[in-house]
């Protein structure tokens, strides 16, 4: 298999600032690949880097095996979806489309059918003669898409596309973005900070902290077995047990991740103190204070929930309980 | 005061009394003094001069507009449109770079380093700055000094010998005319430019590069369009400021009449009012012609 984009050692400081700090990555072709983070953590650098609107301060970039170092992005064969749409409010939606095909040279009739395909596939035909200041967020959205795809790209990298769209709109979005990509067998590079788009949608998930990958692998891997507690915490919210706890529970000194929704109340177990519950519909969220962690669990409807202050103890499946590698 | 809590309430209370109180005034400014001096001067334009008393006859006519075609002074309409215009494009030109590197890129102190150095001719008296121009050209001048120091004076004779551009020395020559208004105006130029390339976002410029553009195709599809309005508003001003100005081509340049010295003399010393005020209506002609000119290669559609 291909790399669609390959790093190796890429690095981009500004001054004493390490944006992104020594990062591996190989996407392959024809993968929907997250790029997962808070803000902050290097992920669109990392996306800008591939555009080429950046250019790292060490390591090397490989587009298609083509090195991309000192490539301007009007030579890549990539395009983006920018995250604020980035749309060209002097021309109207159909010119916004063609954009690129009329810089690359292409006729007018042309250009104007290949941009009304594209209009189609985001499911907006007609539209071609209103500005982008008629449309609604979530069009702005398909015609920015529409504008990248006409072009054909080898790579289409989306920056947080879905992040001003309202919760209905995005889940929508999601659904469709996942089935054009499958259709279309292009490779995307996905920036986001929204863990549950990054798992429904993505073949492969890299998460970011502080200019790093802390970890890559497919969404099950990285709910279900943390490598390192951010991962735990800021994929999952999943429960980190600090080494001493774990050592007692396993005889092993590690940090561990446990899921809340497998922790559950028991006759026998690791003693507890109920400190908080609240209702969430399905479940109630209660807070355990043990000796040296805090442990939240979700608990199933019908389960009988004690009052706050009194001691219970918790168990789990021996499997659910799982070791990590990394330190921190 | 007790009464002005009351007073408050009440305006609190009828937002549309309010915004009227606060525009009455400046309507009716614009409205009497501005407005009916312009339609006053264009009813003017439409009496005519006794030849023999020298009275203005009262009388609808358009003998004055025949005059003002005569060739002499369509020869003054010409020369003023023509420096106007070559001054706008001058300037145009000149600030777009200014201005671009200010919105762009100059960030905190280079900022203000900016306002400061764009608005700091502002500052001074209009005539000293002309007066000051006129030092820096004359023949006895800096700039001829400097000529001389670089042992360049050849290549400014040079100059000076071309016809309709030379002359004497430079402060006597159209060139001189025009440097001057070009230095005026400047500032009118370079601030609605800049703000308009500052509203465009930094995104939309990348994503033509991402689509392929290169820097000089983003420029020409993108950024010009966008910063269109701007440029235009710039030209308005440096267009009619140059049309209308009576004092730059006074004192610096040939004895040749431009449109403002025209009307100046007409009303002055010769009491013709009539043909004063139509001379005054060309410039609102043109630039009426102008903005609709504009307005209709869709100048103001990023607005």
Redesign the interface.
């Given at each position: 298999m291909t790399s669609a984009v390959r790093f190796s050692g890429v690095s981009r400081h500004y001054g004493a600032v390490r944006a992104v700090d020594a990062v591996d990555i190989d996407i392959a072709e024809g993968e929907f690949f997250a790029m997962l983070g808070p803000s902050g953590s290097g992920k669109t650098t990392c996306l800008r880097l591939i555009a080429g609107f950046e250019q790292p301060t060490a390591g090397r970039i490989e587009i298609f095996g083509q090195p991309a170092q000192g490539l301007p992005p009007y030579r890549r064969q990539v395009n983006t979806v920018f995250q604020d749409y980035a749309l060209f409010p002097h021309l109207n939606v159909i010119d916004n489309v063609a954009y690129g095909l009329m810089i690359a040279g292409r006729g007018k009739a042309e250009r104007h059918r290949e941009a009304e395909a594209a209009l189609e596939m985001v499911a907006l035909p007609g539209y071609g003669g209103r500005k982008p200041s008629q449309l609604s967020g979530g069009q702005r959205q398909r015609v920015a898409l529409a504008r990248a795809l006409v072009m054909r790209p080898k790579v289409l990298l989306l920056d947080e596309p879905l992040g001003a769209l309202d919760l209905k709109l995005r889940e929508a979005m999601q659904e469709e973005l996942k089935a054009l990509q499958r259709r279309l067998g292009i490779t995307f590079v996905f920036v986001t900070h929204d863990q549950g788009e990054a798992l429904s949608m993505a073949d492969r998930v890299a998460v970011f902290n502080q200019g790093q990958i802390v970890q890559v692998g497919a969404p099950q891997d990285v709910y279900y077995r943390p490598q390192v507690p951010f991962v735990a915490d800021f994929v999952g919210s999943s429960n980190v047990l600090p080494p001493a706890l774990t050592e007692r529970l396993t005889g092993t000194r590690r940090f561990a991740s446990l899921r809340p929704e497998a922790v559950r109340l028991a006759a026998d177990g690791l003693p507890a103190v109920l400190r908080s519950a609240s209702f969430h519909g399905a479940n109630t969220r209660a807070v355990f204070e043990t000796e040296d962690a805090q442990i939240v669990a979700l608990l199933p409807k019908g389960v009988e929930i004690p009052p706050e202050g009194s001691a219970v103890h918790l168990a789990w499946d021996a499997a659910d309980l799982h070791l990590m590698t990394g330190a921190s | 005061m007790s009464w002005l809590r009351p007073a408050s309430d009440a305006l609190w209370r009828h937002p549309r009394l309010l915004l009227a109180l606060l525009l009455v005034p400046p309507v009716a400014w614009l409205g009497v003094v501005y407005l009916g001096s312009l339609f006053a001067l264009l009813a003017q334009s439409f009496f005519s001069i006794d030849e023999f008393s020298g009275l203005i006859v009262h009388e609808f006519t358009l003998k004055t507009y025949r005059e003002l075609l005569n060739p002499a002074n369509l020869d003054i309409i010409l020369r003023t449109v023509t420096m106007a215009a070559v001054v706008t494009v001058a300037a145009a030109v000149i600030a777009f770079p200014i201005a671009y590197y200010a919105a762009r890129y100059a960030r905190g102190p280079w900022k203000a380093v900016f306002y400061l150095g764009v608005m700091l001719p502002l500052w001074s008296s209009y005539l000293v700055k002309v007066y000051s121009w006129k030092l820096i050209l004359a023949k006895e001048g800096i700039l001829s000094w400097l000529f001389e120091t670089l042992h360049l004076t050849w290549l400014l004779d040079a100059y000076l010998a071309i016809p309709v551009l030379g002359g004497n020395s430079l402060s006597v020559s159209w060139t001189g005319t025009f440097l001057v208004f070009l230095y005026v105006w400047l500032p009118f130029m370079v601030l609605p430019v800049q703000a308009s390339l500052e509203r465009v976002?930094l995104?939309?410029i990348?994503?033509?590069?991402?689509?392929?553009?290169?820097p000089g195709?983003t420029f020409r599809?993108?950024i010009l369009?966008?910063a269109l309005p701007g440029v235009i508003a710039g030209s308005i001003f440096t267009f009619s400021l140059t049309l209308g100005d009576y004092i730059i081509p006074q004192i610096i340049g040939t004895s040749r009449l431009f449109i403002g010295q025209a009307v100046y003399s007409h009303q002055g010393t010769a009491g013709n009012i009539p043909l004063a005020a139509a001379f005054a209506v060309v410039p609102i002609v043109i630039m009426g012609l102008y903005l609709w000119a504009a307005k209709r290669k869709g100048a103001f559609?990023?607005l």
């Open positions: - | 976002p995104s939309v990348e994503a033509s590069g991402d689509l392929g553009a290169a195709q599809h993108v369009p966008l559609d990023a």
